[in-house]
C-alpha cells in the first residue's frame, strides 16, 4: 500500500512502533498517569459524606478529615501529573530526536535522482517543523488521551454507581457529543490538511528567498518577491482564521452542549430530589462527576487540533523514511583499500527524466591510470554528467563504469569518494572558518597539509594577508570571499585528500587569467600519478591533456591530443575557432 492510501490508524501503528526502546518508561509514564485520574475520583464521594452526614450532624472532626483526605488526594494528583508528564515527554522527545536523525541520515542516503524532483525547503520543513508537529501529537496522545479515557470509563461507573436514574439520562444527551464530532470531524481534518500545506508553502517560499537574495538583488526582483510573499502570506492567514474560526465554533457547540448536560442533569436530579429518591449529597457528588465525563472529552476534543495536525505531519515524514529507491545501498559492498586509477565506461548510456532526451549515449572509453583526460564540448554536452556516473550519483541506464577493473554498482560508494577528489564549478563553502572549510577534505589533517595544499593551490597568500588568516569566517556560501578565492580554497580541500583520481569540473572557471594560469600550473604539477578528468569550456586549460574527448549532444564525437584534433579540423578545431579565432592553416601548436 503507497503512503498516499495509507489510513490515520496505519500511520499511528507506525509511529507507535518507534517507541518500542522506550516501552518501559513510557509504561511507567502511563501507569502514574492512570493512578492520577484515580486519585479525584474519590473526592466529589467525600464531598457528598460531607453534605449528607458531617454537616447535618455538625460533626467539626468528620468534616475536617474529610477535607484533609481531600487536600492529600488533590496533592497526589498533581505529584503524579508532574512525574506522568515528564517520563512521558522524555520518551516522545526521544523518539522525535530519532526521528530527526533518521531523517537527517536518510536524506544524506538517497541518490542525487530523488533531489531531481523534489524541493529541499519542502524536504527542510519535513525535518524542522514535521517532527516537531509529532512530538506535540505523540505527547497528546500518551500524556492526555490514555488517561482521559480511563477517567471516562471509571466515571461512567461511578455515576451509575452513585444514582443510576440520573446516568440512564445522561446517556440519552452524552451521544450529543459523538455525534456533533462525527459529523465536523472531516471539516476538521481538511481546515488542519490546508493549514499545514500553507505552513509549509510558506517555510519553502521563505528558504528559497533567503538562499536567492544575490539573485534577487541582481535582478531588482524585490518587489516581485514581495508579491509572491505576500500573497502565500495571505493564503496561511486565511487558512488560519477558517482552521481557528472552526475550532471555535467547534468548541463553542461542545461548550454549549456541556452546558445543557448539566441543566438536564439539575433539572432531573432536582425532581429526583423534590421525589425524595436521591439526596441533594448524591446530586453534588454528581454533578462533579460529570466532569469525569466531559473532561475527557473536552481533552480529546481539545487535542483533536494537534491530532490531526501530527497526523498530516506524520504523512511526509513516513514517505521519506520508508523510501527505498532511490538509495545509495552501501552496506556489504566491496571497498576498495587503494585506487590505482584505471575508469572504463563501457557503452553506457543514461538519461534524466526521458529515453526521448538522453544525456550520454552509447560513450565507450578506457583510461588509464595516471592518464590526464579532458572533456570539451557545448553547454549541456554531457561532459558533467559523465563525472556525476563516475562518482555514483546516478546508475547507468545502459552499460556499466567500472573502476580499477570492478563494477560501480558492487563498490561502497561512500569509501570509493573518499579517495576521489572533486572541484566544481559552484563550489560550496560552509559557513565557519577556512580551516574548517579545508578539514572538510580530510578532518584530522594536520597544519603542515593544510599549509601546503594552500600553497599547491595557490590560495596560501591570500589566506596569510586577509585577517584571521586559517580562522577567518567565510560567511554564508563563502559570501565574504571572491569567486576565485573560493575555487582556490576548493581545490586546496580536494588537494587534502591526496586522491588517486582527481575531477576538475570548470575548476578555473572564476579565475581571472593570471589565477587561471597559476591553478593551471598546479594542476599540472599535481597530475604526476594521478589520474585526471578535466571538464572545461576554457580550451586553453585542456591543451595538455594526454587525451582530449569532444562530446557533442552525449556522444563522444572525437578524441586526442591538442594537435591531432586541431589537425583534424573537426569539431574541436571549430571550438578553437571559435574561442581563439585560429584558422585551420595555422599550426596547432600555437598558444593563443
Not at 583499500?337 to 563501457?346: I, M, Q, S, Y
Request: hydrophobic share 45%.
Amino acid at each position: 500500500m503507497s503512503d498516499g492510501e495509507l489510513s490515520n490508524l496505519r500511520l499511528l501503528r507506525w509511529y507507535v512502533g518507534k517507541f518500542r526502546g522506550d516501552f518501559a518508561r513510557i509504561t511507567v509514564g502511563v501507569l502514574i498517569s492512570l493512578a492520577q485520574s484515580a486519585t479525584i475520583i474519590p473526592i466529589p464521594l467525600i464531598l457528598r459524606h460531607v453534605i449528607d452526614v458531617s454537616i447535618p450532624t455538625r460533626d467539626t472532626a468528620d468534616l475536617a478529615r474529610c477535607i484533609s483526605m481531600a487536600i492529600v488526594l488533590y496533592g497526589l494528583n498533581a505529584w503524579m501529573s508532574f512525574h506522568a508528564m515528564s517520563l512521558t515527554l522524555r520518551a516522545t522527545k526521544r523518539v522525535t530526536e530519532k526521528l530527526r536523525a533518521r531523517l537527517c541520515m536518510q536524506l544524506q542516503q538517497i541518490s542525487l535522482r530523488f533531489y531531481d524532483k523534489e524541493k529541499a525547503s519542502e524536504l527542510h520543513s519535513s525535518v524542522v517543523l514535521d517532527t516537531e508537529r509529532i512530538d506535540i501529537m505523540g505527547n497528546a496522545i500518551i500524556s492526555h488521551l490514555m488517561a482521559s479515557l480511563v477517567m471516562f470509563v471509571l466515571g461512567c461507573c461511578l455515576l451509575a454507581y452513585v444514582n443510576l436514574k440520573l446516568f440512564v439520562v445522561m446517556l440519552f444527551v452524552l451521544p450529543l457529543y459523538i455525534v456533533a464530532h462525527h459529523f465536523n470531524k472531516r471539516r476538521m481534518r481538511e481546515v488542519h490538511q490546508k493549514f499545514h500545506e500553507g505552513m509549509k508553502g510558506m517555510s519553502s517560499l521563505v528558504n528559497d528567498l533567503l538562499h536567492t537574495i544575490r539573485l534577487v538583488k541582481t535582478f531588482a526582483r524585490e518587489e516581485h518577491e514581495q508579491v509572491r510573499a505576500e500573497r502565500q502570506f495571505q493564503t496561511v492567514t486565511e487558512r488560519a482564521l477558517a482552521m481557528t474560526i472552526f475550532s471555535s465554533y467547534y468548541g463553542a457547540l461542545m461548550n454549549f452542549l456541556s452546558n445543557m448536560m448539566t441543566l438536564t442533569v439539575y433539572f432531573v436530579g432536582g425532581m429526583l430530589i423534590i421525589r425524595n429518591s436521591m439526596t441533594l449529597g448524591d446530586l453534588i457528588a454528581f454533578t462533579g462527576m460529570i466532569a469525569f465525563l466531559v473532561t475527557p472529552i473536552n481533552v480529546v476534543m481539545g487535542n483533536i487540533s494537534n491530532l490531526f495536525q501530527g497526523l498530516a505531519s506524520l504523512r511526509p515524514v513516513h514517505r521519506l523514511l520508508t523510501l527505498n529507491d532511490p538509495l545509495e545501498i552501501n552496506e556489504g559492498k566491496e571497498e576498495i583499500p587503494a585506487l590505482r586509477g584505471a575508469v572504463e565506461f563501457d557503452h553506457v548510456s543514461f538519461y534524466y527524466d526521458s529515453p526521448q532526451r538522453m544525456a550520454l549515449s552509447n560513450v565507450d572509453i578506457n583510461i588509464r591510470p595516471g592518464q590526464t583526460i579532458a572533456l570539451v564540448g557545448e553547454s549541456g554536452a554531457g561532459k558533467s554528467t559523465f563525472a556525476s556516473l563516475l562518482l555514483g550519483f546516478y546508475e547507468p541506464t545502459a552499460g556499466s563504469i567500472r573502476i580499477d577493473g570492478r563494477d560501480l554498482r558492487d563498490l561502497n560508494l561512500r569509501k570509493l569518494r573518499e579517495m576521489i577528489g572533486v572541484v566544481s564549478q559552484d563550489n560550496v563553502m560552509l559557513n565557519t572558518s577556512i580551516r574548517d572549510n579545508l578539514l572538510y577534505g580530510k578532518l584530522k589533517a594536520t597544519d603542515d597539509e593544510l599549509e601546503q595544499a594552500a600553497r599547491d593551490a595557490y590560495a596560501y597568500d591570500f589566506i596569510h594577508a586577509i585577517p584571521d588568516g586559517m580562522d577567518a569566517i567565510v560567511g554564508d556560501r563563502g559570501v565574504r570571499l571572491s569567486g576565485g578565492q573560493r575555487q582556490r580554497l576548493a581545490i586546496a580541500r580536494a588537494l587534502l585528500k591526496d586522491p588517486q583520481i582527481l575531477i576538475f569540473d570548470e575548476a578555473t572557471s572564476a579565475l581571472d587569467s593570471e589565477s587561471e594560469a597559476q591553478i593551471q600550473k598546479a594542476i599540472e604539477r599535481l597530475q604526476s600519478n594521478r589520474t585526471c578528468i578535466i571538464i572545461a569550456h576554457r580550451l586553453s586549460t585542456v591543451m595538455s591533456a594526454d587525451k582530449i574527448l569532444v562530446f557533442h549532444d552525449g556522444t563522444i564525437v572525437e578524441s586526442g591530443t591538442h594537435g591531432e584534433l586541431v589537425e583534424h579540423g573537426g569539431e574541436y578545431s571549430r571550438l578553437c575557432d571559435r574561442q581563439f579565432g585560429w584558422k585551420r592553416h595555422q599550426k596547432h601548436s600555437e598558444f593563443p
